[in-house]
């Protein structure tokens, strides 16, 4: 996949979303420099890994307490 139809994937997604607090903590988080964005990420990631591919999980709790670590 190519970057410039990830990031149409990744837009069509956040358009996708209805939830105003979910939403704030995106637009935080990229408001923050790219390590800090990699780093949740990777979290983030590695934790999905984990799970059953089946369940959904909401990453708004993970999301406050990683802003409010920082």
């Known amino acids: 996949m190519d970057t410039q139809q990830l990031k149409n994937n ?3 997604r956040i358009n996708k979303i209805d ?3 979910l939403l704030k903590s995106i637009e935080y988080l990229l408001s923050t420099s790219d390590k800090n964005i990699s780093t ?3 979290v983030a990631y590695e934790k999905l890994q ?3 591919a089946d369940e959904k999980e909401d990453f708004t709790a993970y999301i406050k307490e990683w ?3 920082m």
Do not use: G, P, R, S
């Open 10 to 12: 990744i837009t069509q």
């Open 40 to 42: 949740f990420l990777d």
């Open 67 to 69: 802003v409010k670590n």
């Open 19 to 21: 939830d105003v607090e």
């Open 50 to 52: 984990n799970k059953n």
